[in-house]
């Protein structure tokens, strides 16, 4: 898989890969290899997602009532 692939050109061509495994009639070697690209697609888009969520700014109110921007702050499990 290409580096330079955007999170919404992968997003559909896992898309795609799901609809073929569901309709079409294929091999078992197809099969695998399909499946193998999407694993690799799913790994690339959640590590974007995260990628993504770490640089999350949440607009708040504070006690004035007046907006400033806060950087999302991730759940740590203790």
Same mark, same amino acid.
């Given at each position: 898989?290409? =580096? #330079?692939?955007? *999170? =919404?050109?992968?997003? !559909?061509?896992?898309? %795609?890969?799901?609809? !073929?495994? $569901?309709? /079409?009639?294929?091999?078992?070697?197809?099969?695998?290899?399909? *499946? /193998? /690209?999407?694993?690799?697609?799913?790994? *690339?888009?959640? %590590?974007?997602? #995260? $990628?993504?969520?770490?640089?999350?700014?949440?607009?708040? !109110?504070? %006690?004035?009532? !007046?907006?400033?921007?806060?950087? *999302?702050? $991730? $759940?740590? /499990?203790?």
């Amino acid at each position: 898989m290409k =580096e #330079n692939k955007s *999170f =919404e050109t992968s997003l !559909k061509r896992l898309e %795609a890969l799901t609809k !073929k495994l $569901e309709s /079409e009639d294929i091999t078992l070697d197809e099969s695998l290899q399909i *499946f /193998e /690209e999407g694993i690799k697609l799913v790994k *690339f888009l959640q %590590a974007k997602l #995260n $990628e993504t969520e770490r640089k999350v700014e949440i607009l708040v !109110k504070d %006690a004035e009532e !007046k907006f400033h921007l806060q950087d *999302f702050e $991730e $759940e740590t /499990e203790d």
